[in-house]
């Protein structure tokens, strides 16, 4: 038996299992690499572990015993450290504040800020970090700064288990090469340690052994070396249901629609492409890429800088409405608080970002919104009692085409869709699909961001994969395929 | 199943807060029993329209009220804004006719911008309704003392003869309060008021949508001033006088009155029927316990018992609509 096991691990969140009888097991000095595609249970794994969620079933051991991991605080003290991929920073107190944090409380009354201080420091000498300043205040630090506070602040007090949940993200290369030292020392000292990267350069390099995650559990581990970049991709991606897509036709007319230019922000690193009459592009990669960013500042929901041309016409997305009077509609990607306005009616939603065409004489036109209402629940075969019943009372596919019909409504001629099929049943997801087919063949156009690697090969004419704020790649015709996309999503180039 | 002919209510987003009016209209139906049973001579039309006229002043506040909470923000001036108006009132109103007509705009105006400035501050610096609201009530406080030292003064007698004004037994408050009604039904169907219901629920999704969230609650802010001023002007003439302090007392019950009538705190949800029917409510409550013996204290004791309870049962409604 290993040191440290993870075994039969189930969670579901209602009808969508996270977690389906899942194991790890690590022994001490190991590195293990945690792998796997968006949704496949890797951070589900971790929160049960750190003690954020509640596991159906299932249990964990370290070193024979079993581990209370019900709060928080008892993984804490069971020794078990997580560094989040969120930070949990205190801003307006010091680093050598926030290090020491965790401490109960009782013994950190007694402290004073100078013997923190000076711990801090101490601290500090034994893992060789030397550009910190314990008395700092946190929010005066860059953010890379502040993912290094993350990880110290875990390493602050004895522990035998320590997860590295994309810890490296913000971390200038100087920093990353200082974790990568200090995890090889930590490997050293018997500490188990479990990492989990996008970069698949960084898993190879500093990983002893990997495992890799699927449709949440667990499908293959693997020693160092044992498997090649691409044997992991094929794991990651094993094999799908599919079959539910229309078939593929070229809609694609020479005419560019949306042409975008350099756009710019915290999280785009310059972007640049065209979106043609009756074409569907897709956006790939890993969620957290920047690909909500992206379709903020096309749909004027975040500030950019960079061009916009709509139509050939030079456009500034300064809020929604601009994006909307311009032919622009952006299905969200969260669509409890962005897409709709859950407690009012299926009809409100339905009509409330084209609601300026129902105004006649300075009244709204019940007898046109009504009807324009009645052919979009007809149209997208939305279930509801009657359009007065409250959104919140609709299963969630339901939901989602209210939105997407809200969106349909103010006739757009360029439909930014966020991950629509996140949540939704395949026979939902099957209509949808084709909704963009129809779409397209009015000579109208489609960005379409998916975490499924299988719609966006089945749907586009061309794939952009986006990794760390860019286009990584651009894959066209035969390149469209769920190995090039998951290699560009993990920084690799394609094939 | 989607019905081919579905059974359409007459108003939109009929289902939350019309259950919630509901409930205030059995309140009202009890308490009128309850009247009519222990001093049936106060049901009569006179006694309704006077009723009425006394009303008005904190009905009229609690307009603007319900449509900040509509919003979900929270108008804590608008008693200040009375109080502003009120004393102006009493010592500048001018005697001729059009005069009466420029400076009654002027007080509306005002208020307008006393709310845009509320608004203003709201939206622009991201600051708590509560917080702005409440210190612009200390500033025109301060300012309506400035105006008028103590109670007293006198409005031109031709504008509380106007407003005063009877045809038979029928007051002009309770014909303003039928226009109220009929302008609710009118405004229930504009864009702007489908909007104020939009960002009061959920203000973000609302943006995304592409609604002008900052000139929504901006002009909801400022109809609550312009509300105000009108309930200041009411009382002037209701009373024939001024007072530096006449609004003091008017800020909790405009509260009251919207939350009585349907009007949730947390926006979105509620109306104008529910507050007209919130402002008799009211009244009713303090005139059945003065009649009852009872000292006036026990009216705000009750009041506020009330108002609990309501806020009670309107929250259980609320999780019972979420969780079906």
């Known amino acids: 038996m290993a040191d440290f096991e993870m075994r039969g691990i189930s969670k579901s969140f209602g009808n969508v299992h996270a977690l389906v009888d899942a194991d790890f097991s690590a022994n001490k000095g190991d590195i293990m690499g945690l792998l796997g595609e968006n949704g496949a249970g890797k951070s589900t794994l971790i929160k049960v572990l750190a003690g954020v969620v509640k596991a159906d079933s299932g249990e964990v051991e370290l070193f024979g015993k079993p581990v209370d991991h019900t709060t928080p605080k008892a993984a804490m003290r069971a020794g078990i450290r997580v560094v989040h991929q969120e930070l949990s920073l205190v801003r307006s107190a010091t680093v050598a504040e926030n290090i020491f944090i965790t401490e109960d409380e009782k013994t950190f009354t007694r402290k004073t800020l100078k013997d923190l201080n000076k711990r801090a420091q101490e601290l500090f000498e034994k893992i060789d970090v030397d550009d910190l300043d314990p008395s700092a205040y946190v929010n005066t630090l860059p953010l890379a700064s502040c993912q290094k506070i993350e990880i110290i602040k875990a390493l602050a007090f004895d522990f035998d288990v320590l997860v590295l949940d994309e810890a490296t993200s913000a971390l200038t290369e100087k920093d990353a090469e200082w974790l990568f030292n200090l995890m090889e020392k930590l490997a050293a000292q018997g500490k188990i340690l479990i990492f989990i990267s996008h970069r698949l350069q960084e898993v190879n390099r500093i990983c002893t052994r990997i495992i890799v995650y699927r449709n949440g559990t667990d499908v293959k581990v693997a020693d160092k070396g044992e498997l090649s970049t691409d044997e992991i991709v094929t794991e990651m991606l094993g094999r799908k249901m599919s079959g539910y897509y229309p078939e593929k036709e070229n809609l694609m007319q020479d005419t560019v629609v949306l042409h975008v230019e350099d756009i710019r922000n915290e999280t785009l690193n310059g972007i640049s492409f065209d979106l043609h009459a009756g074409e569907i592009l897709g956006v790939g990669g890993l969620s957290g890429q920047g690909q909500t960013a992206l379709f903020e500042a096309l749909y004027g929901a975040a500030k950019y800088t960079g061009a916009i041309e709509v139509g050939g016409k030079k456009t500034r997305m300064t809020h929604p409405s601009v994006a909307l009077a311009n032919g622009i509609a952006l299905v969200p990607e969260d669509r409890a608080n962005q897409g709709l306005v859950l407690p009012l009616s299926v009809k409100e939603n339905i009509s409330l970002a084209s609601l300026s065409e129902f105004v006649k004489g300075g009244l709204l036109n019940f007898k046109a919104e009504n009807a324009a209402v009645d052919e979009m629940i007809k149209e997208l ?24 019909a809200k969106q349909l409504l103010a006739k757009p001629d360029i439909l930014l869709m966020y991950d629509i099929t996140r949540g939704v049943d395949v026979g939902t997801k099957r209509e949808m699909f084709n909704l963009m087919v129809e779409h397209c063949r009015k000579g109208k156009a489609v960005l379409f961001f998916s975490t499924d690697t299988e719609e966006l090969t089945h749907m586009c004419n061309s794939v952009y994969v986006m990794y760390e704020g860019r286009f990584k790649a651009h894959l066209k015709d035969d390149e469209i395929t769920a190995e090039n996309i998951i290699r560009a999503s993990v920084g690799e180039s394609a094939v | 199943m989607f019905k081919k002919e579905p059974n359409r209510l007459p108003l939109p987003n009929i289902t939350p807060d019309g259950k919630r009016m509901f409930i205030s209209l059995i309140i009202l139906a009890v308490l009128l029993i309850a009247t009519g049973i222990v001093m049936p001579s106060m049901i009569s039309i006179s006694r309704f329209s006077s009723i009425t006229n006394g009303q008005l002043t904190v009905l009229l506040a609690s307009l603007g009220q319900t449509l900040v909470l509509l919003i979900g923000g929270i108008d804590l001036s608008v008693g200040g804004v009375i109080c502003i108006i009120n004393s102006l009132a009493a010592v500048a109103m001018p005697e001729s006719g059009l ?26 610096f991201n600051v708590q309704p509560f917080i702005v609201t409440f210190t612009v009530n200390y500033i025109l406080l301060g300012i309506s003392q400035l105006i008028l030292g103590r109670d007293g003064g006198a409005p031109a007698k031709a504008f509380t003869k106007v407003l005063m004004a009877s045809f038979g037994p029928v007051s002009l408050g309770v014909i303003l309060v039928v226009f109220i009604i009929v302008m609710w039904t009118l405004l229930r169907r504009t864009k702007f008021i489908r909007d104020v219901f939009a960002v009061g629920t959920n203000a973000k999704a609302s943006a995304m949508n592409g609604i002008n969230v900052v000139k929504v609650k901006l002009i909801a802010f400022a109809i609550s001033g312009g509300c105000a001023a009108l309930a200041g002007l009411w009382r002037t003439a209701q009373l024939g006088s001024g007072s530096p302090t006449a609004g003091n007392a008017l800020t909790t019950p405009t509260l009251t009155i919207a939350v009585i009538g349907g009007t949730s705190m947390m926006g979105g949800i509620g109306g104008m029927y529910g507050t007209v029917v919130g402002a008799y409510i009211l009244r009713i409550i303090s005139d059945l316990l003065t009649f009852l013996g009872t000292k006036s204290f026990w009216s705000t004791v009750f009041q506020g018992i009330f108002l609990v309870a309501t806020v009670v049962v309107c929250s259980v409604i609320d999780r019972k609509n979420r969780s079906k």
């Open chain 1, 381 to 404: 075969q939305i279930k509801t009692d009657t359009p007065e019943v409250p959104v919140v009372n609709l299963s969630g596919g339901n939901q989602q085409k209210v939105v997407l």
């Open chain 2, 99 to 124: 005069g009466i007509i420029l400076f009654c705009l002027g007080c509306v105006a005002i208020g307008l911008a006393i709310g845009g400035f509320n608004g203003f501050i709201v939206t622009k």
